[in-house]
């Protein structure tokens, strides 16, 4: 006997037939002789639905209402489903993030997790009950309903799961698994069996959106087991744990994109002590994120070129703010393109493999695409190129790793 | 400066144009220097679809996840007001069941009030916050959400106000008070100024549909002043008080009538002392409700025939439960007739006056109206006829009694 969190997404739950579905996959874990609880998202289209109703009351508007009014949406879905569970003969309950207690912060509309009570469920467990657990929700030190932002209910289960010690936290989605790129643009993309937590977060953090950045963090911080795999299909998914269970560790495990950035470049700011400060610190005062950094030599030594990335929807802000500084800073021309897209390979095999680097500069050149900016870590390398090179660009690199498929 | 309750139904907050309407009501109370909570229903056709996915999940389902999924519809509507209050200028906050509290019992889908905790918003009050509060839903001792089934708005508008020892508790509706009786077949019934809490009780449970009668009966032991009014023209409407505060007390102040009722006859059923125990234990049994009975004197003295009503839609049980008990009563006919309506002369002024009755048989007879059951209180006269003459016998009665407009 296991004890398993399963956590279901909008799509898995857009319909009663689909709840009607997913209640059986459920029913084959607690047949096993598991104890499971189950995490739900809303039913796809309710949660953009609420969210056009309180935008269009009010657009500047009161978050701590947003969430009251947004976390409806998994509120219905898990009272369908412990229905739908009941129906097939599994004793089951439904419980909003203020019963389980999930505890966060009283950030709203992006709230973070603090703690998660779990004697409720636990003692239920003991009789031989699904816990049916609403995602994305929690409450707040005041008791006002809280919301965790985009891909929560993907945290919540990982929270739940390492609260209760599960086994196992099976992430089901409308794809089998992670994929080493992917698959509508590199048809010869292979699932991969198992990830280390570490590649999965640069994968997640580099754009692949099969697991939220935020979850795949707290999974690997508490060592949960996480899998991902399909709702409509009965296969084996994707694993994502230690690399210690991980035998055969490829060099390069997948290649990420994200065509959510734009390269902002400032012409010929002083090259002095101090101004990557005078230029970050007001961007990041203003919670725009900055990714890539590069900074140009420059030809006499007293000018220099700073070129950075930010996110497409901060690109307007962040112009609003360089441009505010631009007397301080005294720089020349401040360009933007988003037109730009950022390709990453990632694998921890990196680390005791050399030569990572160059095939991908190689693989790159020899498709006459030029690298505009580069950044890495220890386990990933990322280049920025012109989004017209994204396809050529990653499937020159997939081939260049070995990750086709036969 | 005073305290209101105003509370406002599902086709007052019918759409996203009805609840920034339903706010500037609200601010309006709010300017005047009022302290105020504002109860609201889910938008109109919402939980008919919760319902509705419920049904369709589970039919014979669990009344506490019914409870979970339908209370949504008042949370969302909560959530939306509160932002279109603060919109105007108007501080709000939204406030579910749960975290009034509104305490319950734990009958789910029908449960009863049994405390509101009144701490958290009497000290929103005092710093000039408005309270919006979800009707319909409660939280009951176990902590799980509670609904309290058809009309629950109402009754939670009114325990609220009893709580809150407020001034007034004013209901907002799409009709713009209580009538003499219904408007649309006496097109000169007149709106009543004021009523009593006794003869809106009457109204109500005789088929007036504008207040629910558990809401009633609340206000009548609470001595919450109600006042009836309309969301969508600015009229004075109807207060419904202690007969006190009326000074000139009609005989009759109105016409109920109810479509709801089948009648139901036992033919030859033997005269003898526990007869009646033995037909309607079983029915009482069964949560079969018996509105107005009436036993026949038999001619030989050793049969009798009964005759009662039950709701419509108890009709078909109570059958069912008659053939079941047709052995060991020895009844002869089983009749049933559902093409009965009942006609009710409602006021407390017949206490003190003769005549009423005499009024009611006599214009009926005069428009050939034949009578086929009767029952009286002190303060009402109910008949049941064949629904063919509805309309006659209502037109006839509200002329005989005065009532209509000049």
Known sequence: MGRIVQKFGGTSVGDLDRIRHVAGLVKREYDRGNQVAVVLSAMSGITNDLVGKVNSISPLHDTRE????????????????????????VPARSWMGWQVPIHTDDV??????????????????????????????????????????????????????????????DIYTDVDGVYTTDPRIVPRAQKIDR?????????????????????????????????????????????????EEIVEQ????????????????????????????????????????????VQNVSGDGRRTDMTFTVGKTDKDRAVQILEGIRDTLEYGDLNVDPAVVKVSVIGVGMRSHAGVAKTMFQALSEKGINIQVISTSEIKISVLISEDYAELAIRALHTAYGLDAE
Do not use: W
């Open 66 to 89: 947003y969430d009251a009014v947004v976390a409806t949406g998994e509120q219905v879905t898990c009272g369908l489903m412990a229905l739908a569970l009941q129906s097939l003969g």
């Open 108 to 169: 709203h509309g992006k709230a973070r997790i603090t703690g998660v009570g779990t004697e409720g469920i636990l003692s239920r467990f003991d009789e031989g009950q699904v816990a049916v657990v609403a995602g994305f929700q929690g409450i707040a030190p005041s008791g006002r309903i809280t919301t965790l932002g985009r891909g929560g209910s993907d945290t919540t289960a990982v929270a739940l799961a390492a609260a209760l010690d599960a086994d196992r936290c």
């Open 195 to 243: 990830i280390t937590y570490e590649e999965m977060l640069e994968m997640a953090s580099q754009g692949a959106k099969v697991l939220q950045t935020r979850a795949v963090e707290l999974a690997m911080n508490q060592r949960v087991r996480l899998q991902v795999l399909s709702t409509f299909e009965d296969l084996p998914g994707t694993l994502v744990v230690d690399e």
């Open 250 to 293: 490829q060099v390069v495990s997948g290649i990420a994109y994200s065509r959510d950035e734009a390269k902002v470049t400032l012409v010929g700011v002083d090259d002095q002590p101090g101004v990557a400060a005078g230029i970050f610190g007001p961007l990041s005062d203003a919670s725009v994120n900055v990714d890539m950094i």
